[in-house]
């Protein structure tokens, strides 16, 4: 089965402060995207990273799609209470399944 | 309305019950998919319409029933759910099928919190 592993599952931090969450696989995907969705809303795509050791910049997030494509890393810089939500990855054209997997999410609090 | 709405937000429902839920987007996408979303389980696919046409069936039980008439709306027919069934239920759509290019953008719904008594 695949298995899209992010960290930590739940994170607190207080405004101003720096955090990274993590998403892993075994599988390659052609493609990752990373998602927020705030209480009673759907999820809203932030990103897509598609080439191996890409770096992508949107205001205070930094996301980074590993070399091998199988693993990818959201970096939050000064956080802030908006930012607050779960933070989901999501693989595409895993070599063995033509489903988009979605990662099992980071929970994350901002504290003013 | 723009985007991806779904009523009902809410819904609570005996085992013995039928009820539906309902999609509608306003972006004239292509395709459109049924997901659950557990406590404690990743986004789970359940059902992909592309151009109006089921292309994708996760494994869901026949308790579920799909129906897309148009590209625009799509139901979910529930009939005789069990308690784990308990969960959000969410709507996307995209503007093509998005594991043809794998980078489409998929735009979801607000969700029906479903629960099952």
């Known amino acids: 089965t695949q298995l899209l592993e992010q960290s930590p599952q739940f994170l607190s931090i207080q405004e101003g402060e720096n955090l990274t969450v993590y998403c892993n696989s075994s599988?390659?995907?052609?493609?990752l995207q990373w998602y927020r969705q705030e209480p009673g809303e759907g999820p809203v795509l932030l990103v897509t990273v598609v080439t191996g050791g890409e770096v992508k910049k949107l205001k205070r997030l930094t996301f980074q799609f590993g070399d091998a494509r199988k693993d990818s890393s959201l970096h939050i810089t000064a956080a802030q209470p908006g930012d607050t939500g779960l933070y989901l990855c999501a693989g595409a054209g895993s070599y063995n399944t033509d489903k988009l997997i979605f990662g099992t999410g980071t929970r994350l609090q901002v504290f003013p | 309305e723009t985007g991806v709405t779904q009523t009902p937000r809410h819904l609570v429902m005996g085992m013995t019950n039928k009820k539906s839920l309902k999609c509608e987007q306003h972006l004239g996408h292509n395709a459109m998919y049924w997901y659950k979303q557990s406590a404690k389980k990743p986004l789970e696919l359940m059902f992909v319409y592309n151009f109006k046409e089921q292309t994708e069936n996760n494994s869901v039980p026949s308790r579920f029933s799909p129906e897309c008439p148009n590209s625009s709306h799509l139901f979910l027919h529930l009939h005789t759910l069990q308690p784990e069934d308990s969960a959000l239920y969410l709507c996307a759509s995209s503007p093509e099928w998005v594991l043809a290019s794998g980078t489409d953008t998929q735009y979801f719904g607000p969700g029906t919190r479903l629960t099952v008594l």
């Open positions: 599988s390659v995907f052609s493609s």
